[in-house]
Structures are given as C-alpha cells and as structure tokens.
T-cell receptor, first 112, second 115 residues
Framework: GQNIDQPTEMTATEGAIVQINCTYQ??????LFWYQQHAGEAPTFLSYNVLDGLEEKGRFSSFLSRSKGYSYLLLKELQMKDSASYLCAVRSFTGGGNKLTFGTGTQLKVEL | DTEVTQTPKHLVMGMTNKKSLKCEQHMGHRAMYWYKQKAKKPPELMFV???????INESVPSRFSPECPNSSLLNLHLHALQPEDSALYLCASSRGGETPNYGYTFGSGTRLTVV
C-alpha cells in the first residue's frame, strides 16, 4: 500500500515564506505532484518532481528526495489568497497503469 | 480547450434512485479518473480508465459503475447509494501512457447528496 503524510494545519504571516513537508512510502514511484485546493473547488496543479532536486515556478518551489521519500513545497511572499489546502500526491505505476494517490493534505492559513 | 467539464454540479438523490455523473474533456487526454472527496479529506481514487479501458478499480462497491463511451467522455452510474456516499465526486484526465504526463487536470466536481 501507500502512506503519504503531511502536517494537518499550518499558519503563516502575509509576506513570509512557508515550507510544507510531505513524506511518502510507495512502490513503483513515478513522480510527485503538489496541488492547491480552495474549499469547494477542484484541485489545481502547482508543481511536479520526478527527479531529485528543486523545481522553481514563480513564488512556488518544490523539492524531492527519492531516497528519503521526502518532498516539500515552498511558498514565498505569502498572500492572503494562498490560504487553502495543499495536497501532496504520488504517482505510482501498478500492474493496471499509473495512479495518483493524495496525501492527507495541509490546511494553510495566511494571516495579516 | 484546457478544461474538464463535469455535470451536474449538484445532485440530490434518494437511495432507490438511479442517476449518472458525466465528465468530458477535449484535450486529447487518454487517461481519465474518478475520485471521491469527503469534507476536509483528500481525494480518494475510485477508477482509472486508460485508452478507454478500465485499468484500475480501487475496490469500489458495485453500486458505482463507471463507463467510458469514448476517449472524451467518462460517466459514473449510481444506483442504490447510501447516505455515506454523499461527497464531492471529481473527474480528472491526463495524457496517459508511459510518457511523463504530469499535469492531471481536474473538473470542478459534482456535489452529491444521498437522502
């Protein structure tokens, strides 16, 4: 089976930097995604890592260490609109094909 | 067109009803997915279709029946549901195959209430 863990909640200040961690255990690892989801809305794609290292995309960066089963999402220059749930998702290859499994999600609250 | 469209947006059904959820994409994606999401929980995978064939069924009860009529459409037929099946049902699509197909695109979901 798979085990994907994230902190349940985090609070940060507008303008600050926040790091959301994700640890995973899976077989057939085939990439790690980060999604943002506002309440009642669909998840929206933020970033993707399949090789070790850092991927930067504007205010968002994501890091992956496959040997440690670890990823983080870094959000810089936080804005109030960044208050949302952040989902780490692992793609794994099984006999039936690729599947994307979500972690527990981290609810981020950005305060003034 | 870079969207996944789901209909209806909201659905209320009785436990004896039969209804269907629909999902459509025109991005040429060959893999489509159904997820179920309860409040304050992450999405849970239900079914994966790859090249119009059911490739993964995550031990979903038979009262949920998926169907993929063609490469652009995905349906979820519902019958004899229970109140605990009330949730947001999300459809997603991706390029499919073995290529690095990052960027799963999600629809806005159908909010289902079973009474």
């Amino acid at each position: 089976g798979q085990n994907i863990d994230q902190p349940t909640e985090m609070t940060a200040t507008e303008g600050a930097i926040v790091q959301i961690n994700c640890t995973y255990q899976t077989s057939g690892f085939n990439g790690l995604f980060w999604y943002q989801q506002h309440a009642g809305e669909a998840p929206t794609f933020l970033s993707y890592n399949v090789l070790d290292g850092l991927e930067e995309k504007g205010r968002f960066s994501s890091f992956l260490s496959r040997s440690k089963g670890y990823s983080y999402l870094l959000l810089k220059e936080l804005q109030m609109k960044d208050s949302a749930s952040y989902l780490c998702a692992v793609r794994s290859f099984t006999g039936g094909g690729n599947k994307l499994t979500f972690g527990t999600g981290t609810q981020l609250k950005v305060e003034l | 067109d870079t969207e996944v469209t789901q209909t209806p947006k909201h659905l209320v059904m009785g436990m004896t009803n039969k209804k269907s959820l629909k999902c459509e994409q025109h991005m040429g994606h060959r893999a489509m997915y159904w997820y179920k999401q309860k409040a304050k929980k992450p999405p849970e995978l239900m079914f994966v279709y790859s090249y119009e064939k059911l490739s993964i069924n995550e031990s979903v009860p038979s009262r949920f029946s998926p169907e993929c009529p063609n490469s652009s459409l995905l349906n979820l037929h519902l019958h004899a549901l229970q109140p605990e099946d009330s949730a947001l049902y999300l459809c997603a699509s991706s390029r499919g195959g073995e290529t690095p197909n990052y960027g799963y695109t999600f629809g806005s979901g159908t909010r289902l209430t079973v009474v």
